[in-house]
């Protein structure tokens, strides 16, 4: 909605009176390009009221929302409610190597398993194919009912299929169950143009109770706005476009009710920061006189506490598909901006998480390289308390307290205080970085 009426015009959120109702949700709604509904429940917890005052913008007409969709992975058709969640399977390397030899020669199929027959080996080839599925969707991988779907193979058979597979090493199931039916969009609320336009006019009505940044912060003068998510353009298996941005608000969420968050924090999703950097010398170093920049995008920054009860500043890195290489790129980055933003004085926090405990231990070792690393070049390391740590997406969702390091493996450095030491944060050139010292020019497969 953009027009504006008199009643519209007339709404100052309660800004006339020196304190605004809508303020939490403003907060939230503006950190976020749509806020999903866990964020928000979240949120409402430590901000009561939140929800109330969403609620009642969007009966004003201020913000738009959405219901959850809803979709049955197997018949790509919407549907009103999830199905029960189903084990799930992928294919392995072993397997894909099956797969390609027996579609050049079928033979090497029935060589491997005396009980098939001409009648039923086409269908069993094609079972074990459709647990092949598209690196986009690994995490979710595919139940037994959706594979067997279609290929003219009964499901009990499927099942047993899958059992010899496994036991083979061809396939292997997944740690998740998911449901085949399943929501794929949370319901959210999303902001406005009329809304940006109204705060706008409050902020020049009413300047001594509105947040003075207010017009830069929530970036109101923008041009572009969201419309509602189509159902039809969802990739037919559930995995979207909007999955990454999806669990990264989960993963908010599961934070922002622990006992680790900073209550009076705000939180800013995927931040535009600009990190100017020297090239006088190389590795190239981060410096605010620098004669150009490079872009550095996180998942969120955000504040939380640590057993001593002293704010942390933390960067968020949800990584799905990125390589281990680009993490050593994130870590790099990340000291960059700790040594622009940060004092000396102030604690931060990196926290990796990825899918699965096959890429946490990959991450492992690359925390543990890139530590090693800084033990050796600690002129290259700002002069702060820094933490860099990694988690699985089951481990967040699982745990009491997410944000206890006890749920973490991380690497620590440690403040240096010897004045002798000149601190300079520094960056690497593509295929000249230290991370070739430590890992083969090969990346490991994260399906």
């Given at each position: 909605?953009?027009?504006?009426?008199?009643?519209?015009?007339?709404?100052?959120?309660?800004?006339?009176?020196?304190?605004?109702?809508?303020?939490?949700?403003?907060?939230?709604?503006?950190?976020?390009?749509?806020?999903?509904?866990?964020?928000?429940?979240?949120?409402?917890?430590?901000?009561?009221?939140?929800?109330?005052?969403?609620?009642?913008?969007?009966?004003?007409?201020?913000?738009?929302?959405?219901?959850?969709?809803?979709?049955?992975?197997?018949?790509?058709?919407?549907?009103?409610?999830?199905?029960?969640?189903?084990?799930?399977?992928?294919?392995?390397?072993?397997?894909?190597?099956?797969?390609?030899?027996?579609?050049?020669?079928?033979?090497?199929?029935?060589?491997?398993?005396?009980r098939l027959t001409n009648d039923n080996v086409e269908q069993v080839l094609?079972?074990?194919?459709?647990?092949?599925?598209?690196?986009?969707?690994?995490?979710?991988?595919?139940?037994?009912?959706?594979?067997?779907?279609?290929?003219?193979?009964?499901?009990?058979?499927?099942?047993w299929w899958v059992s010899k597979f496994k036991q083979d090493g061809y396939?292997?199931?997944?740690?998740?169950?998911?449901?085949?039916?399943?929501?794929?969009?949370?319901?959210?609320?999303?902001?406005?143009?009329?809304?940006?336009?109204?705060?706008?006019?409050?902020?020049?009505?009413?300047?001594?109770?509105?947040?003075?940044?207010?017009?830069?912060?929530?970036?109101?003068?923008?041009?572009?706005?969201?419309?509602?998510?189509?159902?039809?353009?969802?990739?037919?298996?559930?995995?979207?476009?909007?999955?990454?941005?999806?669990?990264?608000?989960?993963?908010?969420?599961?934070?922002?009710?622990?006992?680790?968050?900073?209550?009076?924090?705000?939180?800013?999703?995927?931040?535009?920061?600009?990190?100017?950097?020297?090239?006088?010398?190389?590795?190239?170093?981060?410096?605010?006189?620098?004669?150009?920049?490079?872009?550095?995008?996180?998942?969120?920054?955000?504040?939380?506490?640590?057993?001593?009860?002293?704010?942390?500043?933390?960067?968020?890195?949800?990584?799905?598909?990125?390589?281990?290489?680009?993490?050593?790129?994130?870590?790099?980055?990340?000291?960059?901006?700790?040594?622009?933003?940060?004092?000396?004085?102030?604690?931060?926090?990196?926290?990796?998480?990825?899918?699965?405990?096959?890429?946490?231990?990959?991450?492992?070792?690359l925390i543990e390289a890139y530590a090693t690393w800084a033990q050796e070049?600690?002129?290259?390391?700002?002069?702060?308390?820094?933490?860099?740590?990694?988690?699985?997406?089951?481990?967040?969702?699982?745990?009491?307290?997410?944000?206890?390091?006890?749920?973490?493996?991380?690497?620590?450095?440690?403040?240096?205080?010897?004045?002798?030491?000149?601190?300079?944060?520094?960056?690497?050139?593509?295929?000249?970085?230290?991370?070739?010292?430590?890992?083969?020019?090969?990346?490991?497969?994260?399906?």
């Open positions: 909605m953009s027009s504006s009426n008199f009643f519209h015009r007339s709404e100052t959120f309660g800004y006339d009176k020196g304190e605004s109702w809508a303020s939490d949700a403003l907060r939230l709604l503006y950190s976020v390009p749509r806020a999903y509904q866990p964020l928000i429940e979240s949120w409402n917890l430590r901000n009561p009221g939140t929800l109330k005052a969403l609620e009642r913008l969007h009966d004003l007409g201020f913000i738009d929302y959405q219901q959850a969709i809803i979709i049955n992975m197997r018949t790509s058709t919407l549907a009103s409610s999830p199905s029960k969640p189903l084990s799930r399977y992928k294919i392995t390397q072993k397997g894909k190597r099956l797969t390609k030899e027996a579609t050049t020669d079928i033979r090497v199929l029935t060589d491997q398993y005396y094609a079972l074990l194919i459709s647990f092949d599925v598209d690196k986009n969707f690994a995490s979710v991988g595919q139940s037994i009912p959706g594979a067997s779907e279609g290929i003219n193979i009964p499901e009990r058979t499927a099942r396939i292997k199931e997944l740690e998740i169950k998911f449901p085949d039916t399943r929501e794929v969009i949370p319901a959210h609320y999303r902001v406005t143009r009329l809304l940006s336009t109204q705060l706008i006019n409050i902020a020049k009505a009413f300047p001594d109770s509105m947040p003075s940044d207010i017009i830069n912060a929530y970036r109101l003068k923008r041009t572009r706005y969201l419309e509602d998510i189509d159902p039809y353009k969802i990739g037919i298996n559930g995995a979207t476009d909007y999955d990454h941005d999806i669990n990264c608000q989960k993963i908010l969420a599961k934070f922002i009710v622990s006992k680790n968050y900073l209550v009076t924090g705000d939180f800013i999703t995927e931040p535009r920061i600009s990190l100017p950097i020297s090239r006088n010398s190389y590795p190239y170093v981060f410096s605010k006189y620098g004669d150009e920049s490079i872009f550095y995008q996180p998942d969120a920054e955000r504040f939380e506490i640590d057993s001593t009860n002293t704010p942390v500043k933390t960067i968020l890195e949800y990584e799905r598909f990125q390589s281990r290489r680009d993490g050593w790129d994130h870590i790099e980055k990340f000291l960059g901006w700790v040594a622009l933003n940060c004092t000396s004085s102030e604690k931060v926090n990196l926290r990796f998480v990825v899918d699965s405990q096959t890429r946490a231990r990959v991450y492992i070792e070049n600690q002129d290259k390391i700002p002069d702060n308390q820094i933490l860099i740590s990694v988690s699985t997406l089951k481990s967040v969702f699982e745990a009491q307290n997410p944000l206890l390091l006890t749920n973490w493996s991380f690497v620590k450095f440690e403040k240096n205080d010897s004045s002798e030491i000149f601190k300079n944060a520094v960056v690497h050139a593509n295929g000249k970085s230290p991370y070739m010292e430590y890992f083969s020019s090969k990346e490991a497969d994260y399906e």
